[in-house]
């Protein structure tokens, strides 16, 4: 993602910056793109849909991770499946509503820096041993409470100790999936905050119905499906 911006990022279109927003960090696409909306001259018609498309992207970020992770893990596949389903469906609906027009990608760090490195190792390190602490010594309740925590700032580590620990047979995919669309959920409603802090009260409204379907599809999924 971040060599396709180095070639194409100052000149990317709607579609492609969300795009490559949401492989590089969804949480930067959307602070980068609120600040932009807030300003003079900025349109929230196309910082909503950036921000809309890259929040997207991410479930397909935490597939991939998954099933390279833990190719069995495959009672993933359904609410995440749904979960992207209803995020693309209302960022399509919003693309259509704004114009098509090409934007200019904020700076985006390259990822491959040491210091970007050293800090994801010690995110993952801590929510790994988080993971299995909680699962050991307080269960089901501890292991949402580390995904809601977990996946205010992060999805990569989360998902990645996640399927590993799945895999490792540590925890069961019953147990394994609910904890990943739990973070999925509370990062959603973490990355809408801070489009609502940063972007102001006309953005937030412009993305409150990918925001709260997005919300309450998660929840409906941990209740429902959860339960089984």
Same mark, same amino acid.
């Given at each position: 993602?971040?060599?396709?911006?180095?070639?194409?990022?100052?000149?990317?279109?709607?579609?492609?910056?969300?795009?490559?927003?949401?492989?590089?960090?969804?949480?930067?696409?959307?602070?980068?793109?609120?600040? $932009?909306?807030?300003?003079?001259?900025?349109?929230?018609?196309?910082?909503?849909?950036?921000? /809309?498309?890259?929040?997207?992207?991410?479930?397909?970020?935490?597939?991939?991770?998954?099933?390279?992770?833990?190719?069995?893990?495959?009672?993933?596949?359904?609410?995440?499946?749904?979960?992207?389903?209803?995020?693309?469906?209302?960022?399509?609906?919003?693309?259509?509503?704004?114009?098509?027009?090409?934007?200019?990608?904020?700076?985006?760090?390259?990822?491959?820096?040491?210091?970007?490195?050293?800090?994801?190792?010690?995110?993952?390190?801590?929510?790994?041993?988080?993971?299995?602490?909680?699962?050991?010594?307080?269960?089901?309740?501890?292991?949402?409470?580390?995904?809601?925590?977990?996946?205010?700032?992060?999805?990569? /580590?989360?998902?990645?100790?996640?399927?590993?620990?799945?895999?490792?047979?540590?925890?069961?995919?019953?147990?394994?999936?609910?904890? $990943?669309?739990?973070?999925?959920?509370?990062?959603?409603?973490?990355?809408?905050?801070?489009?609502?802090?940063?972007?102001?009260?006309?953005?937030?409204?412009?993305?409150?119905?990918?925001?709260?379907?997005?919300?309450?599809?998660?929840?409906?999924?941990?209740?429902?499906?959860?339960?089984?």
């Amino acid at each position: 993602g971040y060599i396709v911006y180095k070639f194409y990022g100052e000149r990317a279109g709607v579609f492609l910056s969300g795009l490559l927003g949401g492989v590089i960090s969804s949480t930067a696409t959307t602070v980068s793109y609120a600040k $932009i909306s807030s300003k003079v001259g900025g349109s929230p018609t196309h910082g909503v849909t950036i921000i /809309a498309i890259a929040w997207t992207v991410v479930y397909v970020r935490v597939f991939v991770e998954a099933f390279v992770v833990a190719p069995s893990f495959r009672t993933l596949w359904l609410p995440l499946g749904v979960l992207f389903t209803v995020s693309s469906l209302s960022s399509i609906w919003l693309w259509r509503r704004g114009a098509r027009v090409r934007t200019k990608m904020p700076k985006q760090e390259n990822p491959s820096e040491i210091r970007t490195a050293l800090v994801f190792a010690g995110v993952y390190s801590v929510v790994l041993f988080g993971v299995a602490f909680a699962k050991l010594h307080w269960g089901t309740g501890g292991l949402m409470a580390m995904a809601v925590l977990s996946g205010i700032t992060d999805m990569d /580590a989360i998902t990645l100790s996640t399927s590993r620990l799945v895999r490792a047979g540590t925890l069961t995919a019953q147990e394994g999936w609910p904890v $990943i669309i739990a973070a999925a959920t509370s990062n959603v409603f973490f990355k809408g905050l801070i489009a609502a802090f940063w972007g102001g009260r006309r953005l937030a409204l412009q993305l409150a119905m990918p925001w709260a379907l997005s919300l309450l599809c998660g929840v409906g999924l941990l209740v429902f499906l959860g339960q089984k």
